[in-house]
T-cell receptor
Framework: EAGVAQSPRYKIIEKRQSVAFWCNPISGHATLYWYQQILGQGPKLLIQ????????DSQLPKDRFSAERLKGVDSTLKIQPAKLEDSAVYLC??????????????FGPGTRLTVT | AQTVTQSQPEMSVQEAETVTLSCTYDTSESDYYLFWYKQPPSRQMILVIRQEAYKQQNATENRFSVNFQKAAKSFSLKISDSQLGDAAMYFC?????????????FGKGTSLLVTP
């Protein structure tokens, strides 16, 4: 079974530029999560999708971050414009469902973003 | 929001020895899930072990076991017969069943070094 795929793996941009990250979850997984992991910290949830609907985006900085999951499969996370403090690893995770026994989240390799 | 505290930024263990990583959490809920995730350098995060709060029996997965003390809100991870491949960042995570999102709330992590 293929795992969660993310691209690119690394990205370096200047502040005020835009960037987009892509995630392809495990086939059949209804729930998709985007986490931000700043160096030295644990991951923090940015947004969660159930199929193509947003379940929780309370910690997403909506003035600069946006995310979508068209057709309930792949997802993109965009930052526009980027700030220095956005430097982090952006992790995508998916799970079969968000409730009950199917709650294990599978993580992708992450995208390491450096903003200069 | 529930907070997860890992008070040991770094731990070291010799190969074949046993090490215990600490985790405490703050919650007012009675039913929840707790997890330990492993994140090797430049590799993706994987689930090590999980515990449902309603289960009194401590979870065990091969060389990994937990000591779940619900009253004390403590959830430590014991690694027996440590191997070089166990070297990684270990994150303790809390998952609430009452939030609509069911996202994971992570601690800051403990870096485990395994010496030959």
């Amino acid at each position: 079974e293929a795992g969660v795929a993310q691209s690119p793996r690394y990205k370096i941009i200047e502040k005020r530029q835009s960037v987009a990250f892509w995630c392809n979850p495990i086939s059949g997984h209804a729930t998709l999560y985007w986490y931000q992991q700043i160096l030295g910290q644990g991951p923090k949830l940015l947004i969660q999708f159930q199929n193509n609907g947003v379940v929780d985006d309370s910690q997403l900085p909506k003035d600069r971050f946006s995310a979508e999951r068209l057709k309930g499969v792949d997802s993109t996370l965009k930052i526009q414009p980027a700030k220095l403090e956005d430097s982090a690893v952006y992790l995508c995770a998916s799970s079969l469902d968000s409730s009950g026994a199917n709650y294990e989240q599978y993580f992708g390799p992450g995208t390491r973003l450096t903003v200069t | 929001a529930q907070t997860v505290t890992q008070s040991q930024p770094e731990m070291s263990v010799q190969e074949a020895e046993t090490v215990t990583l600490s985790c405490t959490y703050d919650t007012s809920e009675s039913d929840y899930y707790l997890f330990w995730y492993k994140q090797p350098p430049s590799r993706q995060m994987i689930l090590v072990i999980r515990q449902e709060a309603y289960k009194q029996q401590n979870a065990t997965e091969n060389r990994f076991s937990v000591n779940f003390q619900k009253a004390a809100k403590s959830f430590s991870l014991k690694i027996s017969d440590s191997q070089l491949g166990d070297a990684a960042m270990y994150f303790c995570a809390y998952r609430s069943p009452s939030n609509s999102g069911y996202a994971l709330n992570f601690g800051k992590g403990t870096s485990l070094l395994v010496t030959p």
